[in-house]
């Protein structure tokens, strides 16, 4: 009586199992995928430049060189490709990540909500793990720290 007790026990045991690894197979294939970027990018080469003395006058260090990031969209049936740069990655005393952008003559930088979200969100969307983004106006010699966060409150616009 105990052999057949022991078998029937052996069989449950082995259904259990089987059921929680199908059970755990089913979970992972459904799970959503991890980040396509997850950590900041830091390139090891970092090129000389005036706006280096700037960030480091600031209280940061600059740890990373000019990243490009390259993007693909697929638009329907056909794919487009884009890119966004990094100019440098810097750090503070607190072991925090910083994303610097450097000013451009070209494209002056208007300071309202709308083209700071325009021009400067992507970056901050796309490594949520940064404490955030130094723009350095080289014009200004000026070095602006942006950080971003999600506001419930509703705002009163002319739109």
Known sequence: MNERLDTVLMVVIGIM????LVWRIN???MSPGTSILPAV???ELIPDHPAIALIEQ???EVVGGKVKI???FDIGERSVHSRLFVDYVASNDHGELYLVKLS???MPMDWNGSTVRDRLMPFLLMYPDCAG???VDQQEHAVRRISMEWCDEEWNSDI
């Open 104 to 106: 451009r003559d070209r």
């Open 41 to 43: 990018p830091i390139n």
């Open 70 to 72: 390259n993007l693909a």
């Open 133 to 135: 983004l130094l723009y």
């Open 17 to 20: 199992g089987l059921l929680l």
């Open 27 to 29: 979970r992972w294939l």
């Open 58 to 60: 600031e209280g940061y």
